[in-house]
């Protein structure tokens, strides 16, 4: 295997990392601890419940050098990948940086007032400062805004686009640092122990680079797409919501005459033909009494008060013919 070949589900999980051990890193921030055996890829995705095409698709993002041209599977999973983010922040800002500084002290030689020794040290402390500002910023903001989308929520003020605009590589500042300790530092007896540390510092400059890569090549694309999912959704909910209300109200109008009880009916039948109360009672062998009871419930069932509209109800749902209504009421 070689950094250009794509790992697949397949392959030995420890093939790939004596194939390329930088990757290591990738495994870490999936949760994937060490002691896998012969197990495949997809076999110690399955056994620690990690989404086996992200994994993949970061995997062999970054083993192809971070190229632009990479097609990430289709089935990756934006929970997975946030989950994998945030796992690299808690590396950087709780083991890496915190590591180097104090690697930094123990290089230095601090027995004397060596200025240099306190401009790199206070370069640092502000390049770690800045490194957590800029990770506080995608915790609290990028991913509750992503942990939103993925339930279906969006928040109308905010979109990924904003992120892309103002995402800083914070791997340029550590170019500066180490950089100023290559040409500037002077030498001391602990030579070895500067090596080792300037070791890590172009270990995590590259590590910050890479993480920037994948938000912005694999991560910010898949949230867009769940931005298109969201909206669509949402635009289809609202079609839906305007359509019910017509629906409804088309399968009221079949519905109302049979809402109504066949002595409604008839009632409504001699409304429109002009007969008074009393008339009513007499023609159907009722008291004034019930008819009025009758009319008030025919109302109230139909919300119609008037006895023109009531008119018009009858003769659309044929309960009378237009010969038989008397105009004149």
């Known amino acids: 295997m070689s ?13 790939i990392i004596c194939d390329n051990y930088s990757l290591l890193q990738v495994m870490s921030r999936f949760d994937l601890p060490l002691g896998f055996g012969d197990c495949s890829v997809e076999e110690v995705c399955h056994t620690h419940q990690v989404d086996c095409p992200t994994f993949l698709s970061v995997l062999n993002f970054i083993n192809r050098g971070h190229s632009r041209n990479f097609i990430p599977s289709e089935d990756i999973s934006v929970q997975s990948l946030m989950d994998y983010l945030k796992n690299a922040h808690h590396y950087f800002l709780d083991f890496q940086l915190p590591n180097i500084r104090r690697k930094l002290l123990e290089a230095f030689d601090c027995s004397s007032d060596n200025e240099v020794t306190f401009l790199i040290l206070k370069f640092f402390d502000v390049f770690v400062q800045e490194v957590r500002k800029h990770m506080h910023y995608e915790d609290k903001y990028v991913f509750s805004y992503v942990a939103h989308l993925l339930q279906g929520e969006k928040d109308e003020a905010y979109c990924i686009d904003k992120f892309v605009r103002h995402h800083d590589h914070m791997d ?16 001391n007896k602990n030579a070895y122990l500067m090596n080792a540390v300037l070791f890590d510092i172009f270990l995590c400059e590259q590590d910050l680079a890479s993480h920037a890569k994948v938000e912005e090549y694999l991560f910010v694309p898949a949230v867009l797409r769940l931005e298109e999912e969201v909206e669509k959704h949402r635009l289809t909910q609202t079609e839906k919501q305007k359509e019910v209300p017509t629906t409804t109200t088309e399968a009221n109008k079949q519905d109302e005459a049979t809402d109504l009880s066949q002595r409604e009916k008839e009632i409504i039948t001699c409304i429109v033909k002009g007969m008074s109360n009393k008339e009513i009672a007499e023609h159907l062998y009722i008291s004034i009494h019930t008819v009025i009871t009758h009319r008030k419930n025919i109302a109230r069932k139909l919300q119609i008060h008037s006895p023109t509209l009531l008119t018009v109800y009858a003769i659309v749902n044929k309960l009378v013919d237009v010969s038989e209504v008397k105009l004149s009421i």
């Open 3 to 15: 950094k250009k070949h794509l790992y697949t589900s397949t392959d030995k999980m420890s093939d």
């Open 172 to 187: 340029e500042k550590l170019a500066e640092l180490k950089n100023s300790i290559v040409k500037y530092y002077p030498a």
